[in-house]
């Protein structure tokens, strides 16, 4: 790869030529350094870690660190004359030391960064992968919002299924003009919308535990190997489930088992069209009438079935999801929920790796002392407060 790394190198500095670094001949007003100024005709520049490999890691330019509000600072010089690539609190920037009188080669500067940047693309992937390989990597937490989405739908499942019980076989009648009646149901229409939203609901769930697991999986688990996380991510819900929660007792391996059937019948039936994957939707004429050619027999085993129309126990099923969520904030996991759910912290697969995620989860005061401390840490990286 250090070859594939030098002809970037070299691309790079064809297309960005004549920017180079700063030596003793470059001129610079005195004090540039404090008194340059964003130019605000260059906020085309590309994402701030772009320019930052680019320049620090591929280009080896040298970063002038850390300062009050300023990440990191590269001074450079562009047909003789100084300027700045900065990102400092507000985003990254070139400044310059008079912004009517420079902002024609700011702007020149960054169309060349641009070119530089799209050019070596390829070098992007490979910083990532070794990212990834040396497990120095933030999983983005989206549990919240994922949540809020399934209680939403949930609430208005609750709804329209409160709404079918009170009107439960009442019947509405309608006179027609040559004298006859039309009776109709008025749960049925509520039914029906429950049933929808029933499946919105429970799609939901999988959705968000799909997404939560990784995080229990990390924090609680210990899986602290970048490669084997982006395979985690890549695997089966069932998989993401046992690998977060190991099933050491009866009641985690009864709701593995049960979650598992109604994500299975789920689906079957969705990712079907309804048809579901056995023949659900077919039946067979018989002396009694059409039946099911899947005809359940075992109504344990079975008592989530879709039967290729959506006709299972809508309220069963949510119950069962509730009941699950409601062990995962009584049970060991309770530390871990209020890290991940509660706050919208990222997981930082290094701390488990050194232990810090190990203390943490031992108790809710040692999670509650944690979350303050990294919260507060994160603040002062995001205001640039070094």
């Not at 890691?57 to 850390?66: A, F, I, P, S, V």
């Not at 769930?205 to 970048?226: K, P, R, V």
């Not at 299975?264 to 002396?287: C, D, L, T, W, Y």
């Amino acid at each position: 790869m250090d070859a594939k790394i030098e002809k970037y190198k070299e691309i790079a500095l064809k297309i960005l030529s004549p920017i180079k670094s700063i030596d003793e001949n470059t001129k610079a007003e005195k004090n540039f350094l404090f008194t340059a100024k964003r130019c605000p005709t260059t906020n085309r520049l590309p994402n701030y870690y772009l320019v930052y490999f680019l320049f620090a890691d591929l280009l080896k330019y040298k970063d002038l660190g850390k300062f009050e509000k300023i990440a990191w600072s590269f001074p450079i010089e562009y047909n003789g004359k100084a300027f700045l690539i900065e990102y400092r609190k507000f985003g990254i920037g070139i400044f310059v030391n008079d912004i009517e009188k420079d902002q024609v080669e700011a702007n020149e500067i960054v169309n060349k960064i641009i070119r530089a940047v799209k050019a070596v693309k390829l070098y992007y992937n490979y910083v990532a992968e070794e990212g990834v390989k040396k497990s120095e990597i933030n999983v983005n937490n989206f549990n919240s919002d994922l949540f809020e989405r399934f209680n939403y739908l949930k609430d208005l499942y609750k709804k329209q299924y409160s709404k079918y019980e009170k009107n439960k076989g009442k019947t509405t009648t309608k006179n027609l003009p040559n004298g006859g009646k039309v009776v109709s149901r008025l749960d049925y229409k509520f039914l029906k919308n429950s049933n929808h939203l029933a499946i919105s609901t429970i799609e939901a769930f999988f959705s968000w535990t799909e997404h939560l697991f990784i995080h229990i999986a990390i924090i609680a688990q210990n899986i602290s190997d970048g490669e084997k996380i982006s395979k985690l991510i890549e695997a089966e819900w069932k998989t993401k489930f046992i690998t977060a929660i190991p099933l050491s007792n009866k009641e985690e391996s009864k709701f593995y088992n049960e979650l598992l059937l109604v994500r299975q019948q789920m689906r079957n039936f969705v990712a079907h069209g309804a048809f579901g994957k056995n023949g659900n939707a077919f039946q067979f004429h018989s002396k009694t009438g059409a039946v099911p050619v899947l005809m359940s027999h075992d109504k344990t085993k079975n008592k989530y079935d879709f039967q290729g129309n959506l006709n299972f126990n809508d309220e069963e099923v949510i119950k069962l999801i509730e009941n699950f969520i409601e062990y995962l904030w009584k049970s060991k996991y309770n530390t871990v929920m209020l890290y991940t759910q509660e706050h919208y912290l990222p997981t930082i697969v290094t701390l488990a790796k050194n232990g810090v995620y190990k203390e943490a989860v031992e108790s809710i005061e040692n999670m509650e002392e944690f979350i303050e401390r990294l919260t507060n840490k994160l603040d002062d990286s995001a205001n640039m407060d070094w």
